[in-house]
T-cell receptor, first 115, second 114 residues
Framework: EPEVTQTPSHQVTQMGQEVILRCVPISNHLYFYWYRQILGQKVEFLVS????????KSEIFDDQFSVERPDGSNFTLKIRSTKLEDSAMYFC?????????????FGSGTQLSVL | GDSVTQMEGPVTLSEEAFLTINCTYT??????LFWYVQYPGEGLQLLLK?????DKGSNKGFEATYRKETTSFHLEKGSVQVSDSAVYFCALSDSDSGYSTLTFGKGTMLLVSP
C-alpha cells in the first residue's frame, strides 16, 4: 500500500527557533492535513490544505504556524517561533477526495521536542 | 463541538481473549465513525469505519457497530493475538464539513501477552 513519508522522525529544537516538518503525501492525493498529539492527550486536527491553499484550520493553528507545498511532492509545516507547548508528535496525512467518510493515510509522525 | 471519549488504557489481555474497547461520541450532525490503529513505530492506519447508523465496520476480525441511540462505536474482537498489540483510536468526521477533519479520542493501548 502507498505510504505517507515524514521527515525527520525526531526533531529537537530550542525555544524560539523555527522548525520545518516535512511530509511527502501519496502521489495522486489532493488533500493534505496536519494533526498533532501532545503526550497523553488526544490527536488534534491542525489544518487541511487543498489546491494550494488552506481549506480549514483549527484554533491551534495560529499565526506561528504555516503550511506550504513548495513543489509537486512535499508538504511542509513551519512553526515560526517554537514554544515549549509545541512539543508533540506531528502527523501528516493525505487522501484523494477530502470527503468526511473517506480514509485518511497517515505518516509515522515527527516527534518534536522543544527545550 | 464534536468529541470522542474512549476507555482509558492500557488494556492487558492474554492471547485468544475477547476484546472490547468502548467509544462514545457527541456530534451535532451525522458523523462517520472510524477506528484507527497505530502499531509501534508506524503511522495511524484505518482499521474500520461506518458511515451511518446501524452500519457495522469490520476488518481483520475486529468489528464495531454504529449505534446512534447510544452514540457509541465500541470495538470488539473475539480472539486477540499478540500481533494486535497497538494503540487504538476512535474518531469521527462530521460529514457536513465536507472535509476529512477527524476528531479523535485519546487512544487506548492494547497489550496482548502469549
Amino acid at each position: 500500500e502507498p505510504e505517507v513519508t515524514q521527515t525527520p522522525s525526531h526533531q529537537v529544537t530550542q525555544m524560539g527557533q523555527e522548525v520545518i516538518l516535512r511530509c511527502v503525501p501519496i502521489s495522486n492525493h489532493l488533500y493534505f492535513y496536519w494533526y498533532r498529539q501532545i503526550l497523553g492527550q488526544k490527536v488534534e486536527f491542525l489544518v487541511s490544505f487543498y489546491n494550494n491553499e488552506i481549506s480549514e484550520k483549527s484554533e491551534i493553528f495560529d499565526d506561528q504556524f504555516s503550511v506550504e507545498r513548495p513543489d509537486g511532492s512535499n508538504f511542509t509545516l513551519k512553526i515560526r517561533s517554537t514554544k515549549l507547548e509545541d512539543s508533540a508528535m506531528y502527523f501528516c496525512a493525505s487522501n484523494g477526495q477530502g470527503k468526511g467518510n473517506e480514509k485518511l493515510f497517515f505518516g509515522s509522525g515527527t516527534q518534536l521536542s522543544v527545550l | 463541538g464534536d468529541s470522542v471519549t474512549q476507555m482509558e488504557g492500557p488494556v492487558t489481555l492474554s492471547e485468544e481473549a475477547f476484546l472490547t474497547i468502548n467509544c462514545t461520541y457527541t456530534a451535532t450532525g451525522y458523523p462517520s465513525l472510524f477506528w484507527y490503529v497505530q502499531y509501534p513505530g508506524e503511522g495511524l492506519q484505518l482499521l474500520l469505519k461506518a458511515t451511518k447508523a446501524d452500519d457495522k465496520g469490520s476488518n481483520k476480525g475486529f468489528e464495531a457497530t454504529y449505534r446512534k441511540e447510544t452514540t457509541s462505536f465500541h470495538l470488539e474482537k473475539g480472539s486477540v493475538q499478540v500481533s494486535d498489540s497497538a494503540v487504538y483510536f476512535c474518531a469521527l468526521s462530521d460529514s457536513d464539513s465536507g472535509y476529512s477533519t477527524l476528531t479523535f479520542g485519546k487512544g487506548t493501548m492494547l497489550l496482548v501477552s502469549p
